[in-house]
Each structure stands twice: as structure tokens, then as C-alpha cells.
């Protein structure tokens, strides 16, 4: 069966960085565009970052410029650099697939950003 699981989060100041992974199985990894969505207390969850199965990329415009998706289809694992977080990027972090018409998702992975 289709897993994803996030590792790669914690509390870091405002102006830091942090790289989140995603390790993935259960299907063909590398034929599949994945996704890291966000969601902040109180908000719904929201697109961040897609990089397709020919690692094209796409972000969401808050994040443009500070955030770098990538893929290792070698390691069946998509990452998100995140660098210069700000306060508004605290959220729990999740990695998703759409896989024969299903969309899975990880357990998530916690960000905050405070000094």
C-alpha cells in the first residue's frame, strides 16, 4: 500500500532554514508528481510546492524564491528546502500523491518558526 512519511521538522528562528523529506512507497515513485501542502492552526490546508514526474516545479506565491522542491527517484524521496522562514510558514507540513485516483497523504511533519 501507498506510505509517505515526513521527517525533517522542528523549531527554527525566523530567517533559518530547514529541509523536509518525504520517503515513499508502495508504488512506482518516479512516474508520479508530488506535492507538499501545509496547514496552520485554524487554516485550511494549502498547496506549497509540486514537482512533477519530469521534476518540474511549481510553488505557491508566499513561498517563491524561499522554498526549493526536489525529488530523488534513486530514493523514492521528494524534499522541501525551506529557507529565510518567516513565522507565517509554522504549520504542519504533509506530502502527498495522487495515485489511481486517490490522494494519499503522510502523517506530517511540525514547522514552527519563532524566536
Known amino acids: 500500500q501507498v506510505q509517505l512519511v515526513e521527517s525533517g521538522g522542528g523549531l527554527v528562528q525566523p530567517g533559518g532554514s530547514l529541509r523536509l523529506s518525504c520517503a515513499a512507497s508502495?508504488?512506482?515513485?518516479?512516474?508520479?508528481?508530488m506535492s507538499w501542502y501545509r496547514q496552520a492552526p485554524g487554516k485550511e490546508r494549502e498547496l506549497v510546492a509540486v514537482i512533477s514526474s519530469a521534476a518540474g516545479t511549481n510553488y505557491a506565491d508566499g513561498v517563491k524564491g524561499r522554498f526549493t522542491i526536489s525529488r530523488d527517484n534513486a530514493k523514492n524521496t521528494v524534499y522541501l528546502q525551506m529557507n529565510s522562514l518567516k513565522p507565517e510558514d509554522t504549520a504542519v507540513y504533509y506530502c502527498?500523491?495522487?495515485?489511481?485516483?486517490?490522494?494519499?497523504w503522510g502523517q506530517g511533519t511540525q514547522v514552527t518558526v519563532s524566536s
Open positions: 508502495g508504488f512506482t515513485f518516479s512516474r508520479y508528481a
Open positions: 502527498t500523491v495522487a495515485w489511481r485516483g486517490l490522494r494519499y
